[in-house]
């Protein structure tokens, strides 16, 4: 399969991202207004322009949404606040559906991210909101009702699981054994998850974990890097290993087999990248894909969004266009 035949069915797709949907605000900040402040001597930092995105959960959705998606959602827990408000604004304006439980005792994790105009280089401590108790429980059973049934209504399910301890995130075990469930149910959809810290407890999923992510989960299961046995252990349809820019090892019935990556000496920002990966290859895998066709259409997105500043995006046009690369 072709990437003209991938770009020619995404329009017919419908994409799901369910876990932790955050907000990246991106404030860009004067130096010369940085005098201290009378009263309490502290310099300020003077911000003179905000920009916000959807981000972790919702960088992936913003790529679903770029490469032409019919269907764009999300479905996490969210506080009742103002930065709630900014991150469904920032997903309406990208045309993704918020299916977010809203919660009064949690705030929206949001990345700060100052940036100083004059350099244009994020030179500050980031100002992070975030979560340090676990989901409570009213929230959990809400949002696993509601995955129960929205999940009908979409050709694929891309579990965000972005939080690196076991609280404040929205993936608890609850929901990552409702996936699991739901996978082995519907074993026509694609349901794929992409964890920072728990890939081992997934079930039933297409699962992509990067190098780092994969070698700690064989570590913990098998005290050796063996990811055939990964797969078997995750019950996995397909296991994708990705190794920045040496690509991606695909593990299927097959075997082990290496997607190379055309290697890119200066890349803009890697941020994101594996976001986009994600959305590049569960879409390929929607349109029926050979799982090596679908390690290719992920790296080729890839290969986009890292030569742009922040957590960039690939239109199916640049698609088109960086086909040339294509193997």
């Not at 005792?105 to 676990?134: C, H, S, W």
């Not at 989901?135 to 059973?141: D, G, H, P």
């Not at 409702?178 to 794929?192: D, P, T």
């Not at 797969?231 to 690509?247: D, F, I, N, Q, S």
Request: aromatic share 6%; net charge negative.
């Amino acid at each position: 399969m072709t990437p003209a035949d991938i770009l020619a069915a995404i329009p017919k797709l419908s994409a799901l991202v369910v876990g932790d949907i955050c907000l990246d605000r991106w404030c860009t900040y004067d130096p010369s207004t940085g005098e201290a402040s009378r009263e309490t001597g502290i310099p300020r930092i003077g911000v003179v322009r905000t920009e916000v995105t959807a981000g972790a959960g919702g960088t992936v959705a913003n790529n679903l949404a770029a490469l032409g998606c019919g269907r764009v959602a999300v479905l996490g827990a969210i506080g009742d606040d103002g930065f709630g408000l900014e991150l469904s604004r920032a997903l309406a304006g990208r045309g993704i559906d918020d299916l977010c439980i809203r919660a009064g005792a949690m705030q929206t994790f949001t990345y700060t991210k100052v940036i100083n105009g004059e350099t244009g280089i994020e030179d500050r401590p980031r100002l992070d909101f975030i979560n340090t108790a676990p989901l409570e429980r009213e929230v959990e059973q809400r949002l696993m009702a509601r995955l129960r049934i929205e999940a009908d209504g979409f050709d694929v399910v891309i579990v965000s699981d972005q939080a690196e301890t076991s609280r404040g995130g929205v993936v608890t075990p609850a929901v990552r054994d409702l996936v699991g469930e739901l996978a082995s149910a519907h074993r026509e959809k694609v349901f794929f998850a992409d964890s920072r810290a728990r890939i081992q407890h997934f079930r039933h999923v297409i699962a992509k974990p990067n190098q780092q992510e994969g070698e700690s989960a064989c570590g913990t299961l098998f005290g050796r890097v063996d990811y055939a046995e990964l797969r078997r252990h995750l019950e996995a349809p397909l296991l994708m290993v990705t190794h920045g820019g040496e690509g991606v090892l695909v593990v299927d019935d097959d075997g082990e087999s290496w997607v190379r990556t055309r290697p890119e000496p200066n890349p803009v920002d890697i941020c994101g990248a594996g976001d986009s990966f994600s959305a590049g290859a569960a879409l390929a895998l929607a349109a029926r894909a050979s799982s090596m066709n679908v390690a290719q259409f992920g790296n080729l997105v890839a290969s986009i969004t890292i030569m742009k500043k922040g957590t960039g995006t690939a239109s199916p046009q640049e698609v088109r266009e960086q086909c040339r690369f294509w193997q």
